[in-house]
């Protein structure tokens, strides 16, 4: 399952039934786990470690030192889990020692062609980057969240799960999850509803996140004042609750 004109580097450690195309580079500190396909032309350097039942599509780039001036040489990680699909001419940098040094990429998401992920940010499950959306560097993006095509995300934002970025949005801020957001600079415009029902949500759940919505979005309250109402008249919810506290625990301020 190896093709005669791949390089694998000695010291490399593969599954027995990992597949390797004609013309990838794969380097000395990788491990790729059973099941995962390597397709031509691709290249994995670095202290990279991929899960299994991956597919990795042509003229991907994955574990290349980060895009930071300060990089050095660290021994600093890329770290993929499982079962996800990496299209055309990704990308996924490893991390930073300044910045934790690993760049954590989970399972099942897909990354069309084109897509970034840049140094330190960790992507969660079920997402996904369509074609060339980037992240910039300690971005995190949460699970089932989706971002448009040509999406940019400044560094050190976090995009909330069940979102959903519009394709070209600028993001310089956190957008919460279950949120719709677009434009340069990107704010929110309404509930991810159609995903919410898609997943499953409970009708209740929708609701309660409806009213903590309008609070927060629509009613002109200030934000501590909108937080303290949603505590007081709507009834908790597992979602309910981590939609105020991402809110809450929000550096660079929500979109909005």
């Not at 202290?47 to 991956?54: A, K, R």
């Not at 042509?58 to 300060?70: E, N, R």
């Not at 109402?229 to 550096?251: A, G, N, R, Y």
Request: aromatic share 6%.
């Amino acid at each position: 399952m190896i093709h005669p004109a791949a390089i694998i580097q000695p010291g490399a450690r593969l599954a027995d039934n990992v597949s390797v195309g004609a013309y990838a580079v794969i380097g000395e500190h990788v491990v790729i786990g059973s099941g995962t396909t390597v397709a031509s032309h691709v290249v994995i350097e670095g202290w990279t470690e991929i899960g299994c039942d991956n597919r990795i599509f042509q003229f991907s780039s994955i574990g290349a030192a980060p895009q930071d001036l300060k990089y050095a040489g660290q021994e600093t990680y890329l770290k993929v889990g499982d079962r996800n699909l990496i299209r055309e001419f990704t990308t996924l940098n490893r991390g930073t020692a300044e910045g934790g040094g690993v760049t954590r990429v989970g399972n099942d998401n897909l990354f069309m062609a084109y897509s970034h992920v840049a140094h330190d940010c960790v992507v969660h499950d079920h997402a996904i980057l369509a074609n060339g959306a980037t992240l910039a560097g300690h971005v995190e993006v949460e699970s089932a969240a989706i971002l448009g095509g040509l999406a940019a995300v400044h560094q050190f934002c976090r995009i909330g799960c069940q979102s959903m970025i519009s394709g070209g949005a600028m993001v310089t801020q956190d957008i919460p999850p279950y949120t719709v957001a677009q434009g340069d600079r990107a704010r929110t415009v309404g509930l991810n509803l159609i995903g919410l029902k898609r997943r499953g949500f409970p009708e209740e759940t929708i609701l309660g996140i409806k009213k903590a919505y309008r609070l927060i979005f629509r009613s002109g309250l200030r934000l501590e004042e909108a937080l303290l109402k949603i505590s007081e008249d709507i009834q908790p919810t597992s979602e309910l609750e981590h939609f105020v506290s991402f809110i809450k625990e929000s550096t660079r301020g929500i979109a909005r």
